[in-house]
C-alpha cells in the first residue's frame, strides 16, 4: 500500500461520516428549497421557486402583481448580520486583554489560567442561558442590586431585548475568541517587544506595529470561530430575546414548525449557509499571504 | 442489529425469569409536555401490570412532523382538534377498538359527536380550553373582556405584555377583534388586523410561552394565555385574572388517540378507556388545570378548579367562543407573513 492509498484508507471514515451527515441532508434541503410546501408541513414534489423569492421579496396583499421587498425578512437578516458582528466586536474588545494575559504568564501558569477559560464549557448551554436570564430579569440581580444602591428607582428593562442577545452570545462566544488569540499571541517573540522599546516606541505604536500584526492570524481566526456559530444563533435569541427579537434561526425554525412552509426553510438555510460562505472567503483571503501580497501590489 | 440482539436478549431474560409485569408489555405515550399525570401512569401500570414511558412535545407541528417520519415507536398521541382531521386523513391514526374502549357513553354529550371527530371513531377528550387574556388587576382594574388588552393596552400594562407565540391563536383573536370570520381572506379585514399588530407589537415585552414565575415576579403583568394556565397563575398570585374577549375567542380540546402504527395497540386502547372514567379524567384536570370532557368527572374535582370563572365561561360570553380550526393553505400563508412581521 502506498501512502498516499493509506491515507486516503485513513481519511474514509471521516469522509463517509460528512458525506452522511452533512452533504446528504444539505443536499435534502437544497432540493426542497425548490418545492412547493405540502399541507401541514412536509413538500410536494412540484417544481417552485416561490420558497427563494420570499426570502427577500413578497407580494403585495391586495395586488399580487406589485412585488415588494419582505420587510420581516430583511429586518430580521439585518439583525442577525448585525447581532453576530456586534458579538464578534465585542468578543475582540473583552478577548484580546484576557488572551495577551495569559500569554504574558510565565510558562507552567499559562495552562491554568486557560483552564479557567474553559469552565464555561462543562454546563449546559441552556442551563447558562437560563442563569443569564435570572441575573438580567426586572427583578434579577443586577437591577436589584442597582435599584438597592439607590443608582435607579425602576428597574431596567434588559431580558427579552437585542442587547440581552448581545450580552448572551458575546458571553457564550467569547472563549472561541480567546483561545486561538493565545495560540498565535504565545507564538510572538518576544525579543521583538523589547527591541520595541529600546526603539524608544510608544505603547501605543508597540501594539499596533509589533503586537496587533503578529495576532493578526488569531485575531482572525477568532472572528470566523465567533461570526459563525452567532449568526446561526438559535437557543440564545430564542430565551434571551424573548421571541420578539428573532435571528436567522429561530426564523428557519417557525417555517418549520407553526409557518409549515419547509421550501422556504431551507431556502433560508441555505442562505445562512451563503452567509457562512462568504465570512470564510473573507477569512481566507485575510489569511492567505499570497492574497495578501498582492493586496498590497 | 445489535439493538435487535439486545432486544431478544431482554426478552428471553424476561421470559425465562417469568417477569409478569413485562407480560403485559409498554407503553409509549407521545403528549404535550408536562400534561400527562404522574399519578395517573402509576394508577395505570399498578392495575394494567402495563409499563409506561413518556415523551412530551411542544406544538402540533412537531408531533406531526415526528410521527409522520416514521420509526418513532409511541402509540399513543394527544393532537389538537384542529389537527385532527388531517392526522386521520393521513392515516395515521387507529380506529378505536369498541370491544376494548367500552367508556365511550362517559363522554359528554357536547362533546360526543364533534366535527373534528364524527362519532369518535379515533378519539376521546383528552382536556379542553380556551385562550383569553389575562391581566395583573394591582396594575390595571378595568375591564378584561376584551381583545385590547393586547392590540390596545391601557397605559400601565404597555411593555409588560407577554404573548405566547402560537400564531394561529393570536391570529383568531386578532381578526375577530376587528370584525372578520376566524380564517378569512378578506384583505380589508386582514390589512387592519395587520396594521393594528403593528401598532400594538410595540407594546409587548415577549412573546413566550410565558412562565407562572413570570408573572408572580412582576416581569409580565398581562397578555394572552390560555385558560388552565391562568388558573394556575391565580393560585400562585391572586391579583390575577383571566378575560375572555368579546369579540371572540378560541376553543380547542386535545384529544388522546392511538397511533396507526402502534406497537402495543392493546395497551393503548386499556389506556383510552382508562382515562374515559371520570375519576381518572378529573386527575388529568387536577394536574393541568383544565377541564376535561368526561360527564361526572366534576366531584373528582380539587376545590378551586370547580367554579373556577378559568374554567367556566360565563354565560353571557360563551358564544363568543369558537372551535379553533385549521386555515387553508393559502390563508395559513397569508396569516404566517402578518405573523412574521410581528416578529421581525
Known sequence: MTAAQRRWLLLAPAVAILACVAAGPLLVMLVYSFLEPGEFGGVRPAFSLDAWFSVLFARDMFDPEIVEPNIAHLAILWRSVSLALQTTLVCIVLGFPTAWFIATRPRGTRELWLFLVTIPFWTNLLVRTFAIQEVIRNRGLVNTLLMQAGVIDEPIQMLYTDFAVLVGMAYVFLPLMVLPLYAAMERVDRRLLEAARDLYASRWRMFREVVLPLSRPGLVAGSVLVFIPAIGAWVTPRLLGGGRNLMLGNLIELQFGQGRNWPLGAALSMTLLALVLVALLVYLRAVDPDTRRRDHG | ?344
Open chain 2, 1 to 344: 442489529m445489535v439493538v435487535r440482539a439486545a432486544y431478544t436478549f431482554a426478552l428471553v431474560l424476561a421470559v425465562a425469569c417469568g417477569a409478569p409485569v413485562h407480560a403485559a408489555g409498554t407503553l409509549n405515550i407521545y403528549n404535550w409536555g408536562n400534561y400527562t399525570p404522574p399519578a395517573l401512569i402509576q394508577k395505570f401500570e399498578e392495575q394494567t401490570g402495563i409499563r409506561v414511558t413518556i415523551t412530551e412535545y411542544d406544538s402540533n407541528d412537531t408531533a406531526l412532523a415526528r410521527v409522520r417520519r416514521g420509526g418513532h415507536g409511541f402509540d399513543i398521541v394527544v393532537p389538537s382538534n384542529s389537527y385532527l382531521h388531517f392526522w386521520i386523513d393521513q392515516d395515521l391514526l387507529m380506529p378505536l377498538d369498541r370491544a376494548v374502549v367500552r367508556g365511550l357513553d362517559n363522554i359528554d354529550p357536547r362533546w360526543r359527536d364533534v366535527d373534528f371527530d364524527p362519532g369518535r371513531r379515533y378519539s376521546v377528550p383528552w382536556l379542553w380550553g380556551t385562550t383569553g387574556v389575562i391581566v395583573d388587576t394591582s396594575v390595571w382594574d378595568g375591564d378584561i373582556d376584551t381583545a385590547d388588552i393586547f392590540l390596545d393596552p391601557p397605559e400601565p400594562l404597555r411593555g409588560r405584555i407577554n404573548v405566547i407565540p402560537q400564531m394561529s391563536d393570536v391570529m383568531h383573536l386578532a381578526v375577530r377583534a376587528a370584525g372578520g370570520e376566524p380564517c378569512t381572506d378578506d384583505r380589508e379585514v386582514l390589512q387592519a388586523v395587520r396594521a393594528q399588530l403593528d401598532r400594538a407589537r410595540h407594546h409587548w415585552i415577549a412573546i413566550d410561552y410565558g412562565t407562572i414565575d413570570g408573572f408572580v415576579a412582576g416581569d409580565i403583568a398581562a397578555g394572552v394565555y390560555w385558560n388552565g394556565a391562568a388558573l394556575r397563575v391565580r393560585l400562585a398570585r391572586d391579583d390575577f385574572r383571566f378575560g375572555y374577549p368579546q369579540t371572540g375567542f378560541p376553543i380547542w380540546m386535545d384529544n388522546a388517540a392511538v397511533l396507526a402504527d402502534a406497537r402495543n395497540p392493546e395497551a393503548a386502547m386499556k389506556f383510552i378507556d382508562f382515562i374515559l372514567e371520570p375519576e381518572h379524567a378529573a386527575m388529568i384536570s387536577n394536574f393541568a388545570r383544565y377541564a376535561n370532557g368526561i360527564a361526572g368527572s366534576e366531584r373528582y374535582l380539587d376545590e378551586v378548579m370547580r367554579d373556577a370563572p378559568e374554567i367556566r365561561v360565563p354565560d353571557e360570553l360563551a358564544d363568543a367562543g369558537r372551535f379553533s380550526v385549521a386555515c387553508p393553505r393559502e390563508v395559513h400563508a397569508l396569516y404566517m407573513r402578518i405573523w412574521t412581521e410581528v416578529l421581525r
